[in-house]
């Protein structure tokens, strides 16, 4: 701990030896590094900075001109490369031009000197540390052009966003998406228009379901019909074979009153025969009479079969008939039905390409709107991603030059400029400084040291014998003990002393 102190103060004591050798030398650079920083302090031109803040809130959704599809739009977390790219967007050529274009458009009267890359290289962008806040600062010597300048980069900064994500001619594009849209869809209705004109019907669904319904009605009359006409087929068939065989018949099995009536006279008259024919000869006029009666019943009867048969001849053609025109109309209802069900494809094919195009039309129609929108120069959806927090904004005090800071600072490198110099100086004079150096070089003992004589007239008449720019050291050998004059020695750069 001792040796650790002894040897600061030896360190210190050598710095105080190096500053009052070259005190000149310290003091003179010191003063005129201070004098250039005060010089710079309160001459040089003032600079003033204007501050501004940018928020991306996130990353715009790429969509595809051509997606024409209604799609579930999801914001995604911005990450560091978006907001590098924001970086170099707002230091980019294409903003900082546009915004000199936009200041000289504005009639600014310091427009017209305006150099692009000297704003480039005075716009200073950097990105809150933890945060998606951008912030920008532009120096300049008057603080009202700085403010005017970095908000017209900002403003043109958003422009350039809404030109990058729809960029030039994307309006024409969807305008021709329109158009040809929109003459597919006056194609599609006049098709529509004509397909309902063929079909003749408003609404061929209705009279779909309306045809099935009279054609299952249809149906069921004619099945009927068929059972009608197989139950007459069967009962003349029978009635042929009844009225072909030569005995008496008296039809009971046929359900008709008058045939009915008829065959019970005849079956009364058979009767009265058999009473008769009982007192009487089959000859005699009694029995004559009564079969008279029964052959002219039974001929009757016969007729009123036969007449009876024709009208069922006639029901079965008449039936037979209805069941022609009953399997004509449904024939006619099932091919207006498979008609209209086709056009009705063909109409529904049509609906749906129709609302497809009125889709497309939709969304052509919005994205060209958007387009128009974010093109202008007062452009809302970049702010939608990206928000100016702060406007441009000057405190109206100058960043440089920092009067306390800048002479503090000219004070402190004027002394550690000066100390360096005279380190340097001391480091490469190797003349001896002190009596320490003497007994180093020499190896002996130091037992005592005179200081330098420079006037001639005080110095010993030994030492007067010496040449002009020569210097003689009394020195007193550590092993003999007697004092003697030394031979000259060559001059020195200086000196304090001999031993």
């Known amino acids: 701990m001792q040796h650790s102190s002894q040897q600061f103060e030896n360190y210190l004591r050598e710095l105080l030896l190096i500053y009052f050798a070259r005190q000149s030398l310290i003091l003179a650079t010191t003063v005129i590094i201070f004098l250039t920083a005060a010089a710079v302090a309160f001459f040089a031109t003032p600079i003033y900075s204007a501050q501004g803040s940018v928020l991306v809130r996130s990353a715009e959704i790429?969509?595809?001109?051509?997606?024409?599809?209604?799609?579930?739009?999801?914001?995604?977390?911005?990450?560091?490369?978006?907001?590098?790219?924001?970086?170099?967007?707002?230091?980019?050529?294409?903003?900082?031009?546009?915004?000199?274009?936009?200041?000289?458009?504005?009639?600014?009267?310091f427009a017209d000197h305006l150099d692009?890359?000297?704003?480039?290289k005075d716009?200073?962008?950097?990105?809150?540390?933890?945060?998606?806040?951008?912030?920008?600062?532009?120096?300049?010597?008057?603080?009202?052009?700085?403010?005017?300048?970095?908000?017209?980069?900002l403003d043109e900064y958003i422009l350039r966003r809404s030109q990058i994500i729809y960029p030039e001619g994307s309006i024409e594009f969807f305008t021709t998406q329109l158009d040809r849209f929109r003459q597919q869809i006056d194609d599609t209705e006049q098709q529509l228009t004509t397909l309902a004109a063929g079909?003749?019907?408003?609404d061929p669904s209705k009279e779909i379901e309306h045809n099935l319904l009279m054609?299952?009605?249809?149906?069921?009359?004619?099945?009927?019909?068929?059972?009608?006409?197989?139950?007459?087929?069967?009962?003349l068939k029978y009635l042929d074979k009844v009225l072909a065989e030569k005995d008496v018949r008296h039809f009971s099995f046929l359900d008709n009153e008058t045939i009915t009536e008829m065959a019970g006279r005849l079956v009364d008259l058979q009767i009265e025969?058999?009473?008769?024919?009982?007192?009487?000869?089959?000859?005699?006029?009694?029995?004559?009479?009564?079969?008279?009666?029964?052959?002219?019943?039974?001929?009757?009867?016969?007729?009123?079969?036969?007449?009876?048969?024709?009208?069922?001849?006639?029901?079965?053609?008449?039936?037979?008939?209805?069941?022609?025109?009953?399997?004509?109309?449904?024939?006619?209802?099932a091919a207006r039905t498979l008609e209209l069900n086709l056009k009705r494809i063909e109409a529904d094919q049509l609906n749906r390409k129709a609302e497809l195009l009125h889709q497309s039309f939709a969304t052509f129609f919005k994205r060209r709107q958007e387009a128009e929108i974010n093109t202008r120069v007062d452009s809302a959806m970049s702010r939608f991603y990206v928000s100016i927090l702060n406007r441009a904004y000057s405190t109206g005090l100058p960043v440089f030059p920092n009067r306390p800071m800048l002479l503090v600072v000219g004070l402190l490198a004027g002394l550690v400029t000066g100390f360096s110099l005279g380190f340097v100086r001391e480091?490469?004079?190797h003349s001896f400084k002190n009596p320490r150096d003497l007994e180093q070089y020499s190896g002996l003992p130091l037992l005592f040291s005179v200081p330098l004589i420079t006037e001639a007239s005080n110095a010993p008449a030994a030492w007067?014998?010496?040449?002009?720019?020569?210097?003689?050291?009394?020195?007193?050998?550590?092993?003999?003990?007697?004092?003697?004059?030394?031979?000259?020695?060559?001059p020195v750069t200086r000196q304090h002393g001999s031993g």
Not at 126 to 147: E, K, M
Not at 469 to 486: C, F, I, M, T, Y
């Open 427 to 429: 480091f490469f004079d």
């Open 215 to 235: 054609k299952q009605h249809l149906g069921e009359r004619l099945n009927t019909l068929e059972a009608d006409a197989a139950t007459l087929r069967e009962d």
């Open 62 to 109: 790429q969509r595809s001109p051509d997606a024409v599809e209604n799609e579930d739009v999801r914001a995604f977390k911005v990450g560091e490369e978006d907001l590098r790219s924001e970086l170099e967007l707002l230091r980019s050529p294409a903003v900082i031009q546009g915004a000199v274009s936009r200041l000289v458009d504005e009639q600014r009267t």
């Open 123 to 153: 716009l200073k962008t950097d990105l809150v540390p933890d945060s998606r806040v951008i912030t920008i600062a532009l120096q300049r010597d008057n603080a009202d052009q700085a403010v005017a300048i970095l908000d017209a980069i």
């Open 116 to 120: 692009w890359l000297r704003i480039q």
């Open 273 to 333: 025969r058999g009473k008769t024919a009982r007192h009487y000869e089959d000859n005699a006029q009694a029995v004559t009479v009564i079969d008279k009666q029964i052959l002219t019943s039974l001929k009757q009867l016969r007729q009123e079969v036969e007449d009876y048969r024709n009208r069922l001849a006639s029901n079965l053609a008449a039936n037979t008939e209805q069941q022609s025109v009953l399997t004509t109309h449904i024939s006619v209802i």
């Open 464 to 490: 007067r014998d010496t040449e002009p720019g020569q210097e003689s050291r009394l020195d007193w050998a550590a092993g003999s003990g007697l004092a003697s004059a030394s031979a000259p020695v060559p």
């Open 199 to 202: 079909a003749g019907t408003p």
